[in-house]
């Protein structure tokens, strides 16, 4: 006999890119783009998940400059599949921003 039934998965982005960073004087405010995106690199429009962010500066801020690595989340960002957040790095020198997705699927 033939097997029939539901299952749901769960799907998350391939990966998120983020963008719009550059070098510039310490203290210097930006913007940061993360756009979850498709295997093939199409926003995935519907995403909206929780995330957080790392910084390899350790004085760097985001929203209403709170430290980045002190956030434990952040929530309804994302529109369309992008999210733009404030950024401000505060030491000199080369500095790494990284995103976790906090509701990877299972």
């Known amino acids: 006999g033939a097997i029939s039934g539901l299952e749901t998965v769960g799907v998350g ?3 998120i890119l983020l963008s719009g960073l550059v070098h510039g004087a310490e203290g210097f405010d930006q913007t940061m783009t993360a756009t979850a ?6 926003t995935i429009a519907g995403y909206n998940q929780s995330f957080t962010i790392r910084s ?12 980045i690595n002190n956030f434990s989340s952040f929530s309804n960002f994302f529109v369309n599949g992008v999210a733009q957040l404030p950024v401000t790095l505060h030491s000199f020198d080369s ?3 990284w995103i ?7």
């Open 56 to 67: 390899s500066d350790a004085a760097a801020t985001s929203v209403s400059g709170i430290l």
């Open 13 to 15: 982005p391939h990966d």
């Open 37 to 42: 995106r498709n295997e093939d690199g199409s």
């Open 95 to 97: 500095r790494r921003v």
């Open 100 to 106: 976790y997705d906090l509701s990877p699927p299972a």
